[in-house]
């Protein structure tokens, strides 16, 4: 087992966010060990395998092609690394069955990482889909701004 550092750690998610940005899934995949377990806390839903964080990449690029991920904050703590993070682009592409609003989104998240040996081997993502659905125009709440979404 190797241990890393926290310094190690900060510099992987560093990388990992570059590789994200990049809208490249291949870039990505180095990072995660090949039995990852990804939690999906909105859907209540856990997958094993990297091609399924690939999977994941490719509908977010699919759903906007300049979408950024940006780290608020990133709080390390042994082999864990708990990560506050936004994402911002355009709806130029397919999300979900909905087709492209062209509609801005800014949506904050956290995601909680478990690294071993170098490689991310779990990654639980927590996301207000009614957030996302809110800034794309495709759900209206009475008294709320889709830009406040």
């Known amino acids: 087992m190797i241990f890393m550092t926290e310094s190690e750690i900060r510099n992987l998610f560093e990388q990992w966010v570059d590789a994200w940005n990049s809208n490249d899934t291949e870039r990505i995949r180095p990072f995660y060990g090949e039995d990852v377990v990804l939690y999906q806390a909105p859907v209540k839903k856990t997958l094993v395998g990297v091609d399924h964080i690939i999977a994941r990449g490719k509908d977010l690029f699919e759903m906007s092609e300049d979408a950024r991920l940006t780290v608020r904050k990133l709080h390390v703590a042994g082999d864990t690394a708990i990560m506050e993070l936004n994402i911002a682009g355009i709806h130029t592409g397919r999300f979900l069955d909905y087709e ?49 979404a």
Do not use: M, N, Q
């Not at 889909?129 to 709440?141: E, F, P, Q």
């Open 100 to 148: 492209p609003t062209g509609r801005k989104f800014d949506i904050d998240s956290c995601l909680i990482f478990k690294v071993k040996d170098g490689k991310i081997i779990k990654h639980t993502t927590y996301l207000d889909t009614a957030t996302i659905v809110r800034a794309l125009g495709l759900l209206t709440i009475p008294g709320v701004r889709p830009e406040a």
